[in-house]
């Protein structure tokens, strides 16, 4: 099981870091990453860090400003640093996880999903 944390309200030009835990289970070999979702759009990638080995993905609209990385202090937890954050990252934010190599840019490649936890961007 899977839980995302740490969304919230923020200026433009903020920042929010988000977590995602893994309970229940430890991560394999392969990526853990974070989509967005705004209604009436399909859920968009947003980063992916492969678990044994540290290599990261970005949407391009994000690179530079987010960086997705295992958290330090906890095992089985990555996180989304989000900086510099503009008004068009508002959504809600879901972390993933696949176990199997291949482009870790596809929502539908994804098993297992945590709850959204929403981060709004105000102007």
């Known amino acids: 099981q899977l839980q995302a944390s740490g969304g919230g309200t923020v200026q433009a030009g903020g920042s929010l870091r988000l977590s995602c835990a893994a309970s229940g289970r430890t991560f394999g070999s392969y990526f853990v990453a974070w989509f967005r979702q705004v209604p009436g759009r399909e859920r968009e990638f947003v980063a992916a860090?492969?678990?044994?080995?540290?290599?990261?993905?970005y949407a391009d609209s994000v690179k530079g400003r987010f960086a997705v990385a295992r958290d330090s202090a906890r095992r089985n937890a990555v996180d989304l640093q989000m900086n510099s954050l503009k008004p068009e990252d508002t959504a809600v934010y879901y972390c993933a996880y696949r176990n199997a190599p291949g482009a870790p840019t596809s929502a539908t490649e994804y098993g297992s999903w945590g709850q959204g936890t929403q981060v709004t961007v105000s102007s």
């Open positions: 860090t492969r678990w044994n080995g540290g290599v990261t993905y």
